[in-house]
């Protein structure tokens, strides 16, 4: 009976369900089995006769994927997850606040959480936050269901008012003028605004 070895493996860069997908369709052509699989955090399974950790370590490169080894670094993994889970994958609570919503999941302080993020990333985790909160409404603008009112109450902005300053200052547009873009010019709008705001 062949033995099988596995390994754990910590990943930066994986945000989406498809980079999930893309992961296990890559290792599973070359025999490897993911036997826990969530953003981020995967196990493998696999013949060491057949395939090295190495060559499964270099795959996983290839997709654009970096292995995670430093406690802080894996924070902030976590931390990223947790508010595109936050913002884009549940029914984003105004009543709750970020810094408490983060806390109750990590059990440590808002300003420990905010202190490891920006070491490593360079942004701020506030400012972090409201990049994904602005993902989400260009994304909520595309579906086309929701008014801007419903859009801002359900983002968890007190008026349109508040959260077209926030998505202008972001994107350089207003969100009723993003509204009536063109598909193809909404796609990368306000990119270097972006940047400027990093």
Do not use: W
């Not at 599973?28 to 196990?43: R, S």
């Not at 936050?86 to 990590?106: E, I, W």
């Not at 063109?182 to 400027?196: H, M, T, V, Y």
Request: charge should be negative.
């Amino acid at each position: 009976m062949t033995h099988k070895s596995h390994h754990r493996f910590l990943l930066r860069n994986m945000l989406s369900e498809c980079c999930l997908k893309l992961i296990r369709l890559v290792l599973e052509q070359q025999g490897v089995a993911l036997t826990k699989a969530k953003l981020g955090d995967i196990t493998v399974s696999y013949d060491e006769e057949q395939i090295s950790l190495e060559k499964i370590r270099g795959l996983i490169v290839e997709l654009g994927f970096e292995e995670i080894n430093d406690r802080d670094a894996i924070l902030v993994e976590e931390i990223k997850r947790v508010v595109v889970e936050l913002v884009h994958h549940t029914t984003y609570n105004a009543m709750v606040r970020n810094s408490d919503f983060l806390v109750s999941r990590f059990d440590k302080s808002y300003q420990h959480l905010s202190t490891v993020f920006s070491k490593h990333e360079h942004i701020t985790l506030e400012k972090y936050i409201i990049l994904q909160r602005i993902e989400k409404v260009k994304e909520l603008i595309q579906l086309d269901e929701l008014s801007l009112s419903e859009i801002a109450f359900s983002m968890g902005y007190s008026s349109v008012q508040y959260l077209s300053t926030q998505f202008r200052s972001i994107t350089g547009y207003t969100v009723t003028e993003y509204k009536a873009l063109p598909d193809k010019q909404r796609f990368g709008a306000g990119l270097s605004n972006i940047q400027n705001y990093l």
